[in-house]
């Protein structure tokens, strides 16, 4: 088993308003010394109570699902001898109503895009890892929300 620690810090400015609005500008800290600018997204908090600059949790919903994908990508990849160059994802996440009625992220999609140096595997062997990555990644077994792998486009 293993554990993983964050420390989520938020202080009152004094600036809340009679309608509920407040700050919520925060810092995310991780146990190697990364300290990550947060905050609520702006369509959950306008700004100026939310900082459009900072990453909000479902941001970071979305960009760990992709992160952790990647990192299992490249291992399998790197594992079945192919050599990639670069990789670049562009991630989306869909905030709608779940079947209970509640707000979620109900659905990530990932653009995985991979450019290799020799040798580069076919489409099907490519899929086939994404696959096994997908499989494998510790963040979509966790996420009841659906992800798809679009390599297409």
Same mark, same amino acid.
């Given at each position: 088993?293993a554990?993983?620690?964050?420390?989520? &810090?938020?202080q #009152?400015? *004094?600036?809340?308003?009679?309608?509920?609005?407040?700050? #919520?500008g925060?810092?995310?800290?991780?146990?190697?010394?990364?300290?990550?600018?947060a905050? +609520?997204?702006p369509?959950? @908090?306008? !700004? !100026?109570?939310?900082? %459009?600059?900072?990453?909000? !949790? %479902? /941001? $970071?919903?979305?960009?760990?699902?992709? +992160?952790?994908? @990647?990192?299992?990508?490249l291992?399998?990849a790197q594992?079945?001898?192919y050599?990639?160059? #670069?990789? &670049?994802?562009d991630?989306?996440?869909?905030?709608a109503?779940n079947? /209970? *009625?509640? @707000? $979620?992220? #109900? /659905?990530?999609?990932?653009?995985?895009?991979?450019?290799?140096? $020799?040798?580069? !595997?076919?489409? =099907? $062997? =490519? &899929?086939?890892?994404?696959?096994?990555?997908?499989r494998?990644?510790?963040?979509?077994n +966790?996420?009841?929300a659906?992800? /798809?792998?679009?390599?297409?486009?």
């Amino acid at each position: 088993m293993a554990q993983f620690k964050a420390t989520v &810090r938020w202080q #009152t400015s *004094g600036d809340a308003t009679s309608d509920g609005y407040y700050p #919520t500008g925060h810092v995310w800290s991780f146990d190697g010394g990364a300290q990550i600018a947060a905050s +609520s997204a702006p369509h959950s @908090m306008p !700004p !100026p109570y939310s900082v %459009e600059s900072a990453v909000d !949790p %479902e /941001e $970071a919903v979305v960009a760990a699902a992709a +992160s952790c994908h @990647m990192l299992f990508f490249l291992y399998f990849a790197q594992k079945a001898g192919y050599r990639i160059e #670069t990789y &670049r994802d562009d991630a989306v996440g869909v905030m709608a109503r779940n079947d /209970e *009625g509640r @707000m $979620a992220l #109900t /659905e990530i999609t990932l653009k995985p895009q991979a450019h290799y140096g $020799a040798p580069a !595997p076919d489409r =099907e $062997a =490519e &899929r086939a890892l994404h696959h096994r990555a997908h499989r494998a990644c510790f963040i979509a077994n +966790s996420l009841k929300a659906h992800i /798809e792998i679009m390599l297409d486009g």
